[in-house]
């Protein structure tokens, strides 16, 4: 009962020493088995080399089924073949590094912003980094714009409200019908979001029809997109479902890793320096050059997502019996791999829970074993939107650290829980003062 209340309330609670001291933990209830795997091998073996013996978990899927049915998470066998093939080409090299341009907008705006305020004011940096996340992401899929900014991001943070922890009749494996009195209202509260996106998807095809020059954001993307194997469209609810899983997929992963990066670079001056100075010499460059440049502050995107990784869990569920790091595992056990877990596991990584960023050093990094560090997951369901997020947390990163000095109020508990991502319970929050005089910042633009 304790667990399933853990589960509901704060999952993170629900780890023990042995999570973090052994290759695997089997456990569970008289309705469900789970094993908990931190081997290296084994993952391998579960996300790639025997992919084909589990499924994405039914937990996950159940919760995000009713949501985005024709969502690229949600989906499985032919229909996420076609659709992983048809979209990878919009999260590839060249569409990910034109997106940069945009990015840095966004973080100017937000400077701009805080520029605004008297030294010392306190800002709620979650809050923050969810409408800098979120105005990302719509600059990203619809370069003109989807209606008004603020009645988006109130959709999408009331939804984020309902899915927080598990439900309890998703964890028994209750079937859909039966209503999941956390998730009631959801459909009210993204009615409005539905409709602007719709407006927006038709809008986008008349002017494509009639102008085939029209903006090549992801949406224009996504709608000449054709599957190379088939040559098939995607369908219209596809393209919707799509577009909705980029956004929640995207916002608020993203707005917790800058948000935990923040966290983090405040309790360290060394690398707040460290990442002020790189921002410093490479600003005035243009921005997709800048970004190589900046490898001190992907450095600590990095180390912020090894520390706190947004997804905590990677799930399946093994569709026959295996074994897995010398253990028997029956069919229809839960597999769970823990990214939070995985990172701060003491048979893999040196001083664990230590903020170091100069393990992930251009040098240093080769050491990293592919399968210790996993934020975005790995093997062909591996998230799609991994270069675009790193690259959104960069350039936030190095824009706001070159301005402003961040310091977490004193006293602030800052107690990290499963609100969908991980993120600091009472929010973060923070002062801003200006790093540069107003005079030294027009000097340095
Ligand atoms: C820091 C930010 C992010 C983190 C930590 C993150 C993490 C993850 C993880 C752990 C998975 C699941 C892997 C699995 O089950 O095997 C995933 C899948 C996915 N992510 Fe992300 N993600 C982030 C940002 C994004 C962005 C920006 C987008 C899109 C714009 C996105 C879109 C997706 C999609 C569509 C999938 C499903 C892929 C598939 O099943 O083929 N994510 N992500």
Known sequence: MALLKALRTNPLECWTKAHFEEPIVLGGFPFMRYAVVSDPAAIRKILIDDQSAYRKSTIERRVLRSRMPNGLVTVD?????????TLAPLFGRIMTA?????????????????QNLADGAVVEIKAEMSR?????????????GLGDPKAVCDATTRYYATCGGLDPFDILGLPDFVPRFTRLGVQQVLRDFYEALNAAIAERRRSLAAEPNAPRDMLGAMLAAKDPQTGEHMTEAEVRDNVITFIFG???????ALTWAIYLLSQSREWRERVASEADAVIGSPVQNALGAL??????????????????GITRTALRRTELAGRTIDRGTMVVISPY????????????DVFDPTRFLPERSKTIERYTFLPFGVGP???????????????VLAALTRRFVLESVPGQAVWPVIDFTMKPRDGLRMSVTARLSRAESRAAE
């Open 77 to 85: 066998g032919k229909q996420w073949g076609r659709l992983r093939r």
């Open 381 to 395: 369901r591996m998230c799609i939107g991994a270069a675009l997020a790193v690259q959104e947390a960069t350039i």
């Open 98 to 114: 034109g997106f940069a341009p945009a990015m840095g907008g966004v973080a100017a705006d937000v400077v701009e912003r805080w």
């Open 295 to 312: 490898v001190q502050t992907r450095a600590v995107v990095e180390e912020a997502l090894r520390l706190y990784p947004p997804i905590i």
């Open 250 to 256: 995207g916002q608020e992963t993203t707005s917790s």
């Open 132 to 144: 800098v996340a979120l105005e990302a992401l719509v600059g990203c899929i619809f370069s003109e």
């Open 341 to 352: 877990v995985v990172h701060r596991h003491r048979l893999l990584w040196r001083d664990p």
